[in-house]
Structures are given as C-alpha cells and as structure tokens.
C-alpha cells in the first residue's frame, strides 16, 4: 500500500520534537533540521530491526496493534501536555534504542548532531523521544485502519522514496545500513511468513492422524487421512488470512518488541534530567512521575535483559553499568542510557565510579574484576569526551544490594557529585 508516511510524522511529531529541542537551548532552525533527520532515521532503524527477521516483524506488529503497546496509546497527547507522562516515555525511549538501533544509537546521534548543528546530547535525546512517538503514530494507524501484518509490511514497503531523499549515505552509515535496496528486498521476504509458519505446525499436526489411520489398513482409510491433513492445512492458512482484528496477537518470542510486556527493572521517571514539554515553551519545569504512571512505563519496556548480559540501566540519577558475567566490556548503547552524565561531565561537574563486587567466590579475584569494571567505566566517559579530571573512582559507601545477588555484584555506579 502506497501512503506517506514522512509526511505524517512530520505534521504530528514535527512541533513537539522541534520544541523539545528549543527548550535545551537550541536553535530553532538546528531544531528543525534534527528533527528531519531523526524521524526518517527512527523508521529505517526500525526497518532494519526487522529486515530478515520474522519474529522482530511479528512483535513489532504486536507492539503497534496489540495490548502489549498501550502506553503508547496517546503518546503524543502525553509529549505534547508535559509533566510526568513526557518523563516517561523519554525513559522508555532511552531504555529502547540499544534494541531498536543496537550498537549504532551513538553513532546515529552523533550523524543528527554534525548534520544539523545540534548538540550531541540534544540529538540522542531527541531520538529517545521520537522513538516512542513514531511508534505511537503507526499504532494509532493500525488500529483505526485496521492493518493486518502484511498491511503494515506494506506500509513500510512504500517508503523508500521518501528514506531514500531524507537520508544521507553518512547517516546510512551511522545506521549500519549498506543500502536501502538491500533493505527494503530484505522486507520482501517477510511477507506470508506468519501463515506459512502456521501452515507448516498444522502440516506436522496432521502427519500424525494420517499415520494412525494409514496404519489401520490400506484404501479407505488413506483416502480418510489425506484428506484430514488437507483441510488441517487449509484451516490454518484460512485463520492467518483473517484481518488483526479478528485474529490473535502473534505471541511474541525471546527478544520481543510486544517484548514490551517484559519488565527490565522498574524505574523512576523523575530520575530524567531533560526538559519537560509544557503547553507553553516559555515554562520549563521537571516535575516527578506518579506511581501509576512509572509503574506503566516499566512495564511497556521492550526486550527483557537477561542477568547475564551487559546493559546499563538510568533512574534517580544514577546509571547503572551492568557486566556480563567475568567481563569487564561495557554494554553496546551506553552512550544513549547515560548521555545526561556524559553531558554533566563535560561541563565540569565531577562523576563519581563505584564498583561492586559478587559476595561469592573468589574475593580478592572479585574485588580485582570489579576494579576493571570501575576503570572501564571510567574509560567509556573519557572516550565520550569528558575530561579525566572531571573523574573520579571511590568505593561505594555500602554494598546494599550486591550480596547474594549476582546481577548486582556485577554493577558500576556513576553518579554526579553534589
């Protein structure tokens, strides 16, 4: 289906994007050149997210059209009112961009920043908020069209002339997208993939029935089975043929983005350091999230992260570096989670690094592999362009937290001081 999608987004999200940005102190005409380049840079992330990828694709659906994405029912009402509801979706923004961009979140900030004159910060916050804006703008679409998934493939199918005039090789660069014919043919494939996946499950659930009745006996009893396994067969592309409305949600599996039903850890929207959005551009206020409203946006998070891998979580604050298990790598997309310390740094505030170490095993080899932690932390700030003297590494004052508890053991804190 052929619809232009740019240019909704733009009528919808454009204001609220561009006077976010206003309100951290940038320019109007930079604010506007970031936002163009932003939001065509959400969609192809997302593109990308599910090229080849049945099973991104299917929770992707869910997400837009399905009860597991009802935080982002009216989110642009919520961006655009201010308050706690705009604090929220920027944490879920924030938490969600390692999934949706992977490793290529910094990069992509860092593209929006030289391309629009924006700051670097400016622009990784920027497509933290457009990331569950545009998300919201599709699901909106969806349910009152009523898409079916191969509708929305389609949808995404006929933006090619629009991503192909928005975005700069640099920029697909930043994506890691190697061209935009190789992504949209990625998406071809995708098409079907649902009823053939089912067809296939009722194929295997029949071979059973016909086996049984061909054992009963020769003739008859084949002709039975055969047609039994047919009309499975039938049935099942039958019910994947029915519109979203009248079908069950497709079951999101592992990594989900209707992974948005699973709970990373819950979080404190009051802990987001950038400007709230109020009706009136002239006020600026950072007010604290009610309990409802964190609690929904713990529990709208995207891609439940598994104890053992490394990812940084942001509240109250703080950023959390979480360690894999014997490694001292900090997580892919760190830059996005803790660009509020990274800024604070740069401009002169001190960042304090505590390590914490497992309560089991080996201490004296615990208390050195928490100590590479801390300094690989304070590696990953320096890289990011504060200065180390802006650093500094201090034992946490109690361990609250890492006893009998691996994760946790696991962690670096970072923190400004004062």
């Known amino acids: 289906m052929s619809f232009d999608l740019g240019n909704l987004l733009q009528?919808?999200?454009?204001?609220?994007?561009?006077?976010?940005?206003?309100?951290?102190?940038?320019?109007?005409?930079?604010?506007?050149?970031?936002?163009?380049?932003?939001?065509?840079?959400?969609?192809?992330?997302?593109?990308?997210?599910?090229?080849?990828q049945p099973d991104n694709a299917a929770n992707l659906y869910e997400t837009v059209s399905g009860a597991s994405g009802n935080l982002l029912t009216n989110a642009v009402g919520r961006a655009e009112e201010g308050g706690s509801g705009f604090n929220d979706l920027l944490?879920?923004?924030?938490?969600?961009?390692?999934?949706?961009?992977?490793?290529?979140?910094?990069?992509?900030?860092?593209?929006?920043?030289?391309?629009?004159?924006?700051?670097?910060?400016?622009?990784?916050?920027?497509?933290?908020?457009?990331?569950?804006?545009?998300?919201?703008?599709?699901?909106?679409?969806?349910?009152?069209?009523?898409?079916?998934?191969?509708?929305?493939?389609?949808?995404?199918?006929?933006?090619?002339?629009?991503?192909?005039?928005?975005?700069?090789?640099?920029?697909?660069?930043?994506?890691?997208?190697?061209?935009?014919?190789?992504?949209?043919?990625?998406?071809?494939?995708?098409?079907?993939?649902?009823?053939?996946?089912?067809?296939?499950?009722?194929?295997?659930?029949?071979?059973?029935?016909?086996?049984?009745?061909?054992?009963?006996?020769?003739?008859?009893?084949?002709?039975?089975?055969?047609?039994?396994?047919?009309?499975?067969?039938?049935?099942?592309?039958?019910?994947?043929?029915?519109?979203?409305?009248?079908?069950?949600?497709?079951?999101?599996?592992?990594?989900?983005?209707?992974?948005?039903?699973?709970?990373?850890?819950?979080?404190?929207?009051?802990g987001v350091s950038a400007p709230v959005m109020p009706s009136e551009p002239s006020v600026i206020a950072t007010p604290v999230a009610s309990e409802a409203a964190a609690s929904a946006a713990s529990q709208i998070v995207v891609d439940a992260v598994k104890p053992d891998d490394a990812h940084v979580l942001y509240q109250d604050g703080v950023a959390k570096f979480y360690f894999a298990t014997a490694k001292a790598d900090v997580a892919e997309g760190a830059e996005v989670m803790a660009a509020d310390l990274i800024a604070a740094g740069k401009e002169g505030k001190k960042l304090i690094i505590s390590g914490f170490a497992d309560s089991t095993g080996n201490a004296a080899a615990n208390a050195e592999l928490s100590k590479k932690r801390a300094n690989a932390v304070k590696a990953f700030f320096e890289a990011q362009g504060v200065n180390p003297a802006n650093i500094e590494l201090r034992k946490p004052e109690n361990t609250t937290g890492a006893i009998g508890n691996d994760a946790e053991g696991r962690r670096v804190e970072v923190r400004v001081e004062g």
């Open 11 to 52: 009528s919808q999200l454009g204001g609220v994007l561009s006077r976010f940005l206003t309100q951290s102190g940038e320019s109007a005409e930079n604010s506007t050149k970031a936002v163009r380049l932003a939001l065509p840079a959400v969609v192809a992330g997302m593109l990308k997210h599910i090229s080849n």
């Open 91 to 270: 944490v879920w923004g924030k938490t969600q961009l390692p999934h949706f961009l992977g490793g290529n979140a910094a990069d992509v900030s860092d593209q929006i920043s030289q391309e629009s004159g924006v700051s670097k910060s400016a622009a990784g916050s920027l497509i933290a908020l457009a990331l569950p804006l545009v998300l919201s703008v599709l699901r909106n679409k969806m349910k009152t069209e009523n898409l079916d998934r191969d509708q929305m493939l389609g949808l995404f199918s006929s933006q090619r002339d629009w991503l192909s005039g928005s975005l700069s090789n640099g920029m697909l660069s930043a994506l890691g997208i190697g061209s935009l014919s190789g992504l949209f043919g990625s998406l071809s494939g995708l098409f079907g993939t649902t009823a053939r996946t089912a067809a296939t499950g009722a194929s295997a659930a029949a071979a059973p029935v016909a086996s049984t009745a061909a054992a009963k006996g020769s003739g008859l009893g084949k002709w039975i089975a055969l047609v039994l396994a047919a009309l499975l067969a039938l049935f099942a592309f039958k019910s994947c043929d029915r519109k979203a409305g009248d079908a069950t949600p497709v079951a999101a599996s592992g990594e989900a983005v209707s992974d948005v039903g699973a709970v990373v850890e819950p979080m404190d929207a009051s």
